[in-house]
Antibody, heavy 120, light 114 residues
Framework: EVVLVESGGGLVQPGGSLRLSCAAS????????FNWVRQAPGKGLEWVSF????????FYADSVKGRFSISRDNAKNSLYLQMSSLRAEDTAVYYC?????????????WGQGTMVTVSS | EIVLTQSPGTLSLSPGERATLSCRAS?????????????FAWYQQKPGQAPRLLIY???SRATGIPDRFSGSGSGTDFTLTINKLEPEDFAVYYC?????????FGPGTTVDIK
C-alpha cells in the first residue's frame, strides 16, 4: 500500500523551530517529486514547497522563503521540512504530497497531516 | 503568481443533481504540447481528511475516480462537473495550477446538501 506518514508537529513558541518528517512506503521513493502543503484551521490549502527527485530543484512559497527548508533522504525514504523563525500565521496542518508519475503530474498521494501550532 | 478564483463559493444541491464548479486563473496556465493538457488539477476534501486528487491535466481522471467527475478547460477558464451527485460527493473542492511556481490553489467551493 502506498502511504505517506507525517510526524514532528506540535506546539512551538513564536520565533522557534520545528522539523517535520514524512515517511514513505509502498513505492520507490527516489523516483518521485514531493511537496509540502499546509492548511490553517478553517482555511483553504496553501502550497509551501517542492523538491525534485535528487533535491537539486527546490521551490518555496514567498510566505516561507528564507525561513523554511525542504530536504529529502532517498536512502531513508523520507521527506523533511525544517521550519524556523515560526510565526502565528504558520499555524496549520502540514501535509506532504507526492507528485504523480508522468507528465501533467499533480499531487496524487497525501499524508494524513501533522498539526503545527505556533503560540506563546 | 497565478491567482485562482473559484465560483460559486457555495453550491447547494440535492443528490442526483449536477454540480458545475468554475475556476478562473489570473493568467494562462501552462500547458504541455507533448501529451496535451494543462498543468491544472481538482481536489476534493472532506472534513478531517486530506485532499484527494480527482482530475489532473485539466481533464484526466485520477486513479479510482468515478466517471461522474469530469474536468474541462484550458488557458484561464476551467470547469469541474459532477453528474448525478452522490451523498459522498458533498465536500469542498479546490482547483490548483502546478505549471509554474508557486503552485497555487483556489479558495475552494463547498458543495452542500440543499
Amino acid at each position: 500500500e502506498v502511504v505517506l506518514v507525517e510526524s514532528g508537529g506540535g506546539l512551538v513558541q513564536p520565533g522557534g523551530s520545528l522539523r517535520l518528517s514524512c515517511a514513505a512506503s509502498g513505492f520507490t521513493f527516489s523516483s518521485y517529486e514531493f511537496n509540502w502543503v499546509r492548511q490553517a484551521p478553517g482555511k483553504g490549502l496553501e502550497w509551501v514547497s517542492f523538491i525534485d527527485r535528487s533535491g537539486a530543484t527546490i521551490f518555496y512559497a514567498d510566505s516561507v522563503k528564507g525561513r523554511f527548508s525542504i530536504s529529502r533522504d532517498n536512502a531513508k525514504n523520507s521527506l523533511y521540512l525544517q521550519m524556523s523563525s515560526l510565526r502565528a500565521e504558520d499555524t496549520a496542518v502540514y501535509y506532504c504530497a507526492r507528485d504523480r508519475p508522468g507528465p501533467l503530474d499533480a499531487f496524487d498521494i497525501w499524508g494524513q497531516g501533522t498539526m503545527v501550532t505556533v503560540s506563546s | 503568481e497565478i491567482v485562482l478564483t473559484q465560483s460559486p463559493g457555495t453550491l447547494s444541491l440535492s443528490p442526483g443533481e449536477r454540480a458545475t464548479l468554475s475556476c478562473r486563473a489570473s493568467q494562462s496556465v501552462r500547458a504541455t504540447q507533448s501529451v496535451g493538457g494543462s498543468y491544472f488539477a481538482w481536489y476534493q476534501q472532506k472534513p478531517g481528511q486530506a485532499p484527494r486528487l480527482l482530475i489532473y491535466g485539466a481533464s484526466s481522471r485520477a486513479t479510482g475516480i468515478p466517471d461522474r467527475f469530469s474536468g474541462s478547460g484550458s488557458g484561464t477558464d476551467f470547469t469541474l462537473t459532477i453528474n448525478k451527485l452522490e451523498p459522498e460527493d458533498f465536500a469542498v473542492y479546490y482547483c490548483q495550477q502546478y505549471g509554474s511556481s508557486p503552485f497555487t490553489f483556489g479558495p475552494g467551493t463547498t458543495v452542500d446538501i440543499k
